[in-house]
């Protein structure tokens, strides 16, 4: 049918040529800008998903720059620690150097202290001059802030990293379930003999006897046993000279322990013979009628040979033990009967009373009453005792007190730091062998301590690192050393403890825990077993190296201080290596040797962990981050970019649609002039 008022097919090219041309269009806008989705129209979903592809692009990007810029500051701070520990290892030099005292002056020691010093002023520019765009690294203002100092029973405390969460804060909760322990080896107080109560004794004698029935003689103990009385008639004397008529003369001869009584005729008396023996030195002689004649001429009395008597005093300890053997008792002459004892040097001093002869009982009394921890004991108690004309020789308790080993004995101790041999003889006692020990404690690390006799032998240190080993070389066969010993061979044990819940390493008296969301190491007291907790409320350096701003895609670090105040532990800070100090090299040079190697210790960890976060942590996070990005961008740009391809074989399409319809379109508008034949 045709029509005029109604050109349809008119309208269907026109429609038909739009299409093309919004399909020509659609492929010019698309090849022009490389994008499939250039409108919302061209793809919803697909714009949504590429919008949020492109922000987590931009976020990753970001995160990578402060990857980059995170290891940028730890390479910063890591150049600065290398110097740091330079310096370190100079003091330490400096240390061993100005302990060998005996070949430096007093001078060269303190050229070196100058020398300490100066590294230490080093040290503290170092700490407060590293920076990084302002910040500083090394001064403590990038360590975690927490009150774990408030912690009576932690010695020590290093938080190398923490995730405090959306809070800002986490709490550690530390339950140590068995305390550390020292290597440790005993000896029972078998090994040495008895214990008793230290004694030792002298006697001294003196004799009786009766001249002429009633002449009673008693001599003091410096004239010697068996003393012979022989009566001579004379009219000389032992010198030659005249004897009077009626004179007595008594000579005593010490070579032949005699004396000799010379009498002229029958007018001497006994009272005579009596003054004569009374008048020779350590003689008395009492009783005699004094008017009896002696006949010497007629009838010469008879030959007497005097009795000896023995006094003893034996002297012993109040208190039973070692520490009374090999106490010299020294006898000395003064005014009264006294008696003093001198710990240190092991005397007992016993004054004896010069001024006339002493009883055993007398010298007894003095020593019970003096309250010097000895007792004294008088036996026979009939002799005297003429101080000093008979002297006393110095004597001895000897080994009578007990507690010493029985046999000679040589053995081998092995610590954690070293070994050494010891060689006792029999009579040593526990306090001398524990002396021995601890004299080398710190070349074995072993110390000994006496109990009752009890040898304890402990390592210094804890832990499973400690070891106490005792190796038996010889022993007499008497010994009983050996058998004493509960091992040969002792290792330590570390702290056992759980932090938050989770299973914390131990070594020694130090708990370490290393998990995602906290790094740390505390020491607690030797041998501490008591629970604490504590809070960490901020701090730390604080990276972001995720595309989300979430805890779990932050890391902090903490960096301590490395001024002289802070670095240190459990043996001291470096300050105190200063001039004046405690531990400075004049005044304790093992001391700060100690202090030196703790820190030395501490940096090195510091630059381990600080070269671990920036190879592990950083670069890796950089090179996943890379990856991720890449990958990101290939997603967005199948969602968005064009195939450039396909668009032009679009285009192409297009280009002839819209040609063959604009043709069409012209073909149809001249339909209606066929009308005109019609009505022609």
Known sequence: MTR????????????????????????????????????????????????????EITGLNKAISNTKRASQIISTADSALGQVSSLLGDIRGLVVEAANSGALSDDEIAANQLQVDSSLEALNRIAQTTTFQG??????????????????????????????GATGTVSVDVNITAAAEKAKITSASTAFSASA????????????????????????????AGTEFTFLDSTTKEDGSALAAGDVEAVYDEDTNTVTIRGNGDTATRGDVQTAVDGLDGFTASGATAATVVTFNSSTPADVTLTAVESELTITADTAGYKFNDVTVSFVGGATNDAAYDATAKTLTVTIDNTAPQTAADIAAAIGAAGVGFTAVATNDTAELDFPNTPIEDISTGATGGEILNDDLVFEL??????????????????????????????????????????????????????????????????????????????GSDIVAQINGTSASGKGNTLSLNTATLDLSLSVTEGSTTDFSFNITGGGAKFQLGGSVVSNQQARLGIGSVSTGKLGGTSGRLYELGSGQGKSLANDAAGAAEIVDEVINKVTSLRGRLGAFQATTLESNLVSLNDTVANLQEAESSIRDADFAAESAKLTRAQILVQSGTNVLALANQNPQNVLSLIR
């Not at 038909?16 to 061209?42: P, V, W």
């Not at 910040?135 to 405090?164: C, H, M, P, W, Y």
């Open 197 to 224: 109560q230290a004694n030792t004794s002298f006697t001294f004698g003196t004799q009786t006897g009766t001249l002429e029935t009633d002449i009673d003689i008693t001599t003091d103990s410096s004239i010697a």
């Open 414 to 491: 092995t610590g954690t730091t070293g070994s050494e041999t010891f060689n006792f003889k029999a009579g040593a006692n526990a306090d001398q062998i524990a002396a021995a020990i601890n004299l080398v404690s710190d070349a074995t690390g072993v110390t000994a301590t006496n109990t009752s006799n009890s040898l304890s032998f402990d390592t210094s240190a804890y832990g499973s690192d400690s070891l106490a080993a005792i190796d038996i070389i010889s022993e007499g066969a008497s010994g009983s050393f050996a058998a004493s010993l509960d091992s040969r061979r002792n290792v």
């Open 135 to 164: 910040r500083k690294l090394l001064d403590g203002s990038l360590d975690f802030v927490s009150n774990v100092g408030e912690v009576a029973s932690v010695t020590d405390a290093q938080i190398d990293q923490a995730n405090l």
């Open 4 to 55: 005029i008022n109604t050109n349809v097919p008119s309208l269907i090219a026109q429609n038909r040529l739009q299409d093309s041309n919004n399909s020509l269009q659609e492929s010019l806008t698309r090849l022009s800008t490389g994008l499939r989705i250039n409108s919302g129209a061209d793809d919803p979903a697909g714009l949504i998903a590429s919008e949020a592809l492109r922000s």
